[in-house]
């Protein structure tokens, strides 16, 4: 072996090409650890299951909450890749309310011929609806405060990609009938062609899961037979995934090896992008399987769908401000409503009009609506507030 070549062995390869991607090496990546999970509830097909009702006190103590996200970080990073979390809404009435509004959606959006065609599944028996984030806020800003103001949502979007992140959602409605999706991975690297894929660094491969998670919240129960997320645990942890997960071999493993877990109304899953996975088919005769899919991004990466957060934020002030004032709802639920609709990262800003002053960068504009609402500034000043904070920010000269 040529020096040059050594040298390439040790450090790993930089460029990784579908052609080059092991099955067996895939299958080596699948084994389970047995790791010893200290608050899941129990261990269902491979994947770990958490009651979040005995978890309650846990997410509302700093030093415990840490505690749980770390193991749900390993689980996500090392372990089965996935995680169901029973009861994420004990009370299930934000789910019912929401899911009115969404699918008073769907009926206008048919009524206006709009097709929400899937990424990875016919269209037809689905419903889908992009934006779902910014819809349900602008629509029911009530409703979103209610459904977001969730302590054991935001803990797990925490765990994977600390403070700042944004929040998108896509509902989707399988109805009887509805066919299942293709094994895949998810965004970034998911939604690259194989050419595009194959110019990225092999580190950049490795990176990419760490930007998203992926979750989905269940709006009616579902059985297996309605098709809940196919899902292959331990998947995430093959370096070549995004490359490999078109190919009919990869493809052919999955569906023999994948496993489904039933969800009640209100419990969620979430899951590391680069997990293996799919939609399954809904075999029922009157279920429709309606899941409001959350992909969270990164502060540090770039969310998918592009959302008028102003415009919500001045939606939910006025909500969140009475709701303050008459004790309907506390800090922690504030915060968790927030970090589901304003943006909490400061930049990209522009510098020369909304320079760092008293500190390393300019105030978010979760920071600006947090101040307000300590402050109980009217809506009409908060709305200033919030286009002057938008005007700083213009990159236009």
């Known amino acids: 072996m040529e020096q040059s070549e050594a040298r390439t062995t040790q450090m790993g390869r930089q460029w990784y090409r579908e052609r080059d991607g092991s099955l067996e090496a895939f299958k080596d990546c699948l084994r389970d650890d047995g790791d010893a999970l200290r608050y899941a509830t129990d261990v269902r097909r491979r994947?770990?299951?958490?009651?979040?009702?005995?978890?309650?006190?846990?997410?509302?103590?700093?030093?415990?909450?840490?505690?749980?996200?770390?193991?749900?970080?390993?689980?996500?990073?090392?372990?089965?890749?996935?995680?169901?979390?029973?009861?994420?809404?004990?009370?299930?009435?934000?789910?019912?309310?929401?899911?009115?509004?969404?699918?008073?959606?769907?009926?206008?959006?048919?009524?206006?011929?709009?097709?929400?065609?899937?990424?990875?599944?016919?269209?037809?028996?689905?419903?889908?609806?992009?934006?779902?984030?910014?819809?349900?806020?602008?629509?029911?800003?009530?409703?979103?405060?209610?459904?977001?103001?969730?302590?054991?949502?935001?803990?797990?979007?925490?765990?994977?990609?600390?403070?700042?992140?944004?929040?998108?959602?896509?509902?989707?409605?399988?109805?009887?009938?509805?066919?299942?999706?293709?094994?895949?991975?998810?965004y970034h690297l998911g939604f690259q062609t194989i050419e595009a894929a194959e110019r990225y660094p092999a580190h950049v491969h490795r990176l990419s899961a760490f930007l998203t998670l992926q979750g989905a919240v269940a709006h009616g129960d579902m059985p297996v037979e309605s098709g809940p997320t196919k899902l292959l645990p331990y998947s995430q942890r093959y370096a070549e995934g995004y490359l490999a997960w078109r190919r009919a071999d990869f493809r052919e493993y999955f569906e023999a090896h994948c496993v489904q877990l039933p969800l009640a109304k209100g419990d969620a899953v979430f899951f590391s992008p680069a997990l293996f996975h799919a939609a399954g088919a809904n075999r029922t005769a009157g279920v429709q399987r309606m899941a409001n899919l959350l992909q969270v991004s990164s502060a540090m990466g770039r969310a998918m769908e592009a959302l008028d957060r102003t415009s919500m934020c001045e939606a939910i002030y006025p909500v969140l401000r009475e709701r303050r004032a008459s004790g309907r709802i506390d800090r922690a639920a504030t915060l968790a409503a927030l970090a589901a609709c304003a943006e909490g990262y400061p930049f990209p800003t522009n510098l020369d009009r909304d320079p760092p002053v008293g500190g390393l960068a300019p105030p978010s504009q979760q920071a600006l609506m947090l101040r307000a609402l300590d402050e109980n500034l009217e809506p009409a000043a908060f709305a200033l507030a919030l286009r002057d904070h938008d005007a700083r920010r213009d990159p236009r000269p």
Request: hydrophobic share 45%.
């Open 47 to 186: 994947i770990p299951v958490y009651d979040c009702v005995p978890l309650e006190g846990m997410l509302h103590d700093g030093a415990r909450r840490a505690q749980l996200q770390a193991e749900w970080a390993h689980v996500l990073r090392d372990g089965a890749g996935v995680l169901v979390l029973e009861r994420a809404y004990a009370d299930t009435r934000p789910i019912d309310a929401a899911t009115a509004v969404f699918e008073a959606i769907i009926r206008a959006e048919r009524e206006e011929g709009v097709s929400g065609a899937d990424h990875f599944a016919k269209a037809g028996a689905n419903d889908r609806i992009w934006n779902a984030q910014q819809k349900l806020c602008l629509k029911a800003p009530d409703v979103f405060v209610d459904y977001f103001s969730n302590a054991a949502l935001m803990a797990a979007c925490e765990a994977w990609l600390g403070p700042c992140y944004q929040m998108t959602a896509q509902v989707n409605v399988v109805r009887p009938g509805g066919e299942a999706q293709q094994a895949h991975r998810d």
